[in-house]
C-alpha cells in the first residue's frame, strides 16, 4: 500500500522559511518521479514541483515558486523535501506530497500558514 506522510508544515512569518519532508513507503521510491502539490483554502490542488526519479538529476517549479523553493530527495531514506524560502502570504496552502502531476495519489497534507 502506498503511503506518503507529510510533515514540517508551520505558521511563519512573512520572508521566512520552512523545509518539508514526505516520507514514502509501499513502492520503490527511487523509481519514481515525484511531485508537491498545494491546495490553497477555496481554490483547487496546484501543482508545485516536480523531480526526476533515481538521481532527481531533474527538478521543475511552477511560476509562482521559481527561484524561492527547492526540491530534493533521499532515496536512501525514501525521503522528499521542499524547502520553502522567502514565503509569500500567498503560499499559504495545505501541502502534499504525489506521485502523479495532478496530485492524485498524495498524502493527506501539512498546512504551511504565511501570516504577520
Known amino acids: 500500500e502506498v503511503q506518503l506522510v507529510e510533515s514540517g508544515g508551520d505558521l511563519v512569518q512573512p520572508g521566512g522559511s520552512l523545509r518539508l519532508s514526505c516520507a514514502a513507503s509501499g513502492f520503490t521510491f527511487s523509481a519514481y518521479w515525484m511531485y508537491w502539490v498545494r491546495q490553497a483554502p477555496g481554490k483547487g490542488l496546484e501543482w508545485v514541483s516536480s523531480i526526476s526519479n533515481y538521481g532527481g538529476g531533474r527538478t521543475l517549479y511552477g511560476d509562482s515558486v521559481k527561484g524561492r523553493f527547492t526540491i530534493s530527495r533521499d532515496n536512501a531514506k525514501n525521503t522528499l523535501y521542499l524547502q520553502l524560502n522567502s514565503l509569500k502570504i500567498e503560499d499559504t496552502a495545505m501541502y502534499y506530497c504525489?506521485?502523479?502531476?495532478?496530485?492524485?495519489?498524495r498524502g493527506q497534507g501539512t498546512q504551511v500558514t504565511v501570516s504577520s
Open positions: 504525489a506521485l502523479d502531476h495532478s496530485g492524485e495519489t
